[in-house]
């Protein structure tokens, strides 16, 4: 008998644990239950929808798991989709920004062209957790003259203070160690 | 003034040829102009699903470009969304499949559980090229029990042939060098 998925909550147990991925020590919350449960897939995308109270003209996805959120996201509300990605990955002229991880340094790159001064940019992801990706995402956007009406992440690992480095207006569907 | 886009022809012009990425002497075909501009992703999402004509019960997508394009389609058609991914990016038990490049060998993998025995299952990619990626995404599902009904991409490059090593049904939207 096939389960019935209405909301966030139907859909938290099928999050799983992984421990020790992707380096010993550290506890890998993974979604990918829940992305081929075929109710559960659309009840997080509309949950999402549900918690995006404001205009927006592109969704910025973060690579990877950010794509599969932002994919379906873009198509549902006719938005454009501008991926953002790790170094090297994207052809044509990008734009690039390098952050502090806990050991050493990471670069995200966009592609120059993809955002327009003054477009409205809603950035996605599956999960914040100390929030340095979303906030080179952030400053990715704003080099290129555009403007972040919003973060939206699947889950949200509360004690990493992820949150504190992002603008106005963030929302994560679950709330981890809160 | 906004173009409209109503049929893969229209959105055929947005695609950019980068020459020499990732490495010298490829002709990298982007397709990132399409899933910027709003109405032309909808066009190549709604050009796909015109083109599907069996039933199926999982989207097997691609990583990563395939994610874009899997993602939307999973949404749309009420069904679970299952990640193939490079090796060592997948958490949990997974299966693998080792395959020949031109110089030495990839591997992708897929997590054991997220195909069951008889489930159908249509594979996603953004481009066919010669077709070892989708055909290791093939034996991926065969090895779990799963049906492979059909192959969609957005391009198919002609020349390489990629089309002789899947099985039935294939079917591109743009197909290039025919």
Redo the contacts between chains.
Sequence with gaps: MAETYRNIDDIKNLL?V?PD??KPGIQ?L?I?PV?????A??VL?QELERSIDFEFD?VAAI??RG???G??L???Y??????VRKK?????QTVAHTYELEYGTDTLEM?ED?IKPGDRVLIVDDVLATGGTAQATQTLVEKVGGEVLGHRFFIEIAPLHGRERLKNNIHSLIIEGA
């Design positions: 799983k992984v991925f992707p890998f993974d990918s992305l081929r449960t075929p109710g897939f659309r995308i592109k690579e990877s794509f599969l959120l994919s379906a873009a198509y549902n006719h938005k454009g989709l501008v991926l090297g990955k994207l052809p044509g592609t993809a």
